[in-house]
């Protein structure tokens, strides 16, 4: 053995300087939970080693403590704990994670242990997985807008570095693609007062609760496909993984982020899918623990824990890092009104909503615009950061887009004969928006620039007065460009 293995060995050992209490005080097991009794002072939170009879060690942690009861989530799930030959050893320690520049690159399983066949984490730092307490006053607003390359985010719910933007879907939608281009185009706005054109910088964590091998592998090959793998750091929860695992997932994925965001300086992007696996996860737990429920078994303190999760992008004064937060999460039944995307709405930025009809039509990305929104997207465009026509542009796309979606239904009521010359303009606005706007192919990336260009060519479908979204002095500019264009080009012939 190599004198650096052994050092590597020596420093990733796990240390026993004070004598652990251990406890065969087993008296039941219900779901993932262990009901332990005759504990001395346990601390909630505490993590605890559940060693088994064949000598398989397993991670839990403390949920509940009543007098000298206390109750143990155990993270790999309970089969085969008995109460004659299991014993529990208390750590008197929270859920820490090692944490070094090593581990980019890496894949680790949704407990953070490495499932790439690589040697373990040589820890430089352990961090808290629920995150340091950060003061609100020391946030800085998001203001540089991420250029993702899909039109649909780009012009109308533009993504600012620092926000937490989630993905509405459905199953059978293409949201695990959608995520993977923007993963792959995602970059600054190249403009003359932005600093930051280095690749470098970038970083994607990828956390993943719940799903299926296909997915899973699907990401992993178009992280090397790409090329960006060495730039990735994945943590994978699969669908034949304990459910219980789930809910340390995202918080192991953030604790990751943080590290490279706050401490190496980089901006990260934070991909976290499934989130509703995650809610199931937790509802789970509280049907284990006898909690009251609340909206469709869910607990009522749902929001509250979903909140810990989102409110960890962002960015921090005094550092030039940030997280960027793009959680995915499938609507059951496609209802929007369902727990889990209700509360997501509530605390996170906007919402990018993926659309089953559009899809069916064969349309891709089929991104909704109209119950889309971007919340901080108003202080990332305009002059100086996009271009001048960026807010006016996008107000009159939903506008028209609107008015052009209640015209195809009056249509199918009263016949096309029974419409007026201005609503068969916003029939065919509403065509061609959909075929020339939203759609683009999967590797097609389309800056700002060129997605606000064939905004105007379908905003030409219509005379100037009735684009009353924007200013003269914008339409005068960029209204009768195209037959500029074409001077121009036929001048150069």
């Known amino acids: 053995m190599s004198a650096a293995a052994v ?44 060693n088994l009879s064949d000598g398989t060690v397993r991670q839990g942690q403390i949920l509940e403590v009543n007098k000298k009861k206390a109750i143990v989530q155990v993270f790999e799930g309970t089969s085969n704990i008995d109460n004659r030959d299991c014993h529990i050893e208390f750590t008197g320690d929270t859920l820490k994670m090692p944490i ?24 430089e730092d352990f961090l808290d997985i629920n995150g340091a307490p950060l003061n609100p006053k020391s946030r800085v607003y998001p203001k540089e807008m991420i250029q993702t390359g899909i039109s649909a985010i780009d012009t109308m719910n533009s993504v600012v570095r620092g926000q937490k933007l989630p993905l509405f879907s459905a199953a059978g939608l293409p ?14 706005v190249k403009g003359k007062d932005v600093m930051d054109h280095t690749q470098e910088n970038f970083s994607i964590v990828f956390g993943a ?47 990751t982020a943080e590290y490279f965001a706050y401490t190496r300086e980089q901006h990260v992007f934070v991909i976290l899918t499934d989130m509703s696996s995650y809610a199931d996860a937790l509802r ?41 937060q793009f959680p995915i999460l499938t609507m059951p039944n496609d209802d929007i009104t369902h727990p889990i995307p209700d509360l997501t709405g509530y605390i996170t930025e906007g919402q990018v909503f993926v659309d089953r ?24 465009i ?5 271009r001048d026509d960026h807010p006016n542009v996008s107000d009159q796309l939903y506008a028209n887009y609107a008015i052009g ?11 096309e004969e029974a419409l007026s010359e201005d609503e068969h303009k916003y029939l065919e606005f509403t065509d061609k928006f959909e075929l020339k706007f939203l759609t683009q192919g999967p590797y097609e990336n389309r800056d700002i620039f060129a997605s606000l260009d064939i905004a105007w060519t379908l905003l030409r479908i219509f005379p100037q007065e009735l684009l009353k979204k924007i200013p003269q002095k914008l339409k005068d500019k960029y209204y009768d460009r195209e037959k500029e264009i074409q001077k121009a080009v036929q001048s150069l012939k």
């Open 209 to 255: 609760m719940g799903v299926n091998m296909e997915t899973a592998r699907f990401f992993r090959n178009d992280f090397e496909e790409n090329g960006s793998m060495e730039n990735v750091v994945l943590f994978m929860n699969l669908a034949n993984d304990p459910t219980i695992e789930r809910i340390v997932t995202p918080r192991l994925a953030l604790t």
């Open 7 to 50: 050092n590597a060995a020596a420093a990733s050992r796990d240390y026993k300087v004070f004598p652990r209490i251990d406890y065969r005080t087993i008296t039941g097991v219900e779901g993932p939970l262990v009901i332990m009794e005759n504990v001395k002072f346990p601390t909630y939170g505490e993590i605890v080693n559940v």
């Open 382 to 386: 305009g002059k100086g950061m996009t």
């Open 175 to 188: 949201h695990n693609e959608i995520a993977a281009q923007v993963c792959r185009q995602a970059s600054l």
């Open 100 to 123: 070094s520049d090593d581990l980019m690159g890496r894949a680790f399983n949704g407990s953070g242990k490495p499932i790439d066949k690589g040697p373990s984490v040589l820890a």
């Open 405 to 415: 979606q209640d015209t195809r239904a009056m249509k199918a009521v009263v016949g």
């Open 284 to 324: 789970e737990v509280s049907a284990a623990r006898e909690e009251v429920p609340g909206r469709r078994g869910y607990p009522g303190y749902m929001y509250t824990d979903l909140s810990t999760i989102y409110e960890r992008a962002g960015r921090v004064e005094g550092r030039n890092g940030s997280i960027t």
């Open 357 to 380: 009809s559009l899809h069916n039509r064969q349309i891709y990305p089929p991104i909704n615009v109209l119950p889309s929104l971007s919340r901080l997207m108003k202080s990332g």
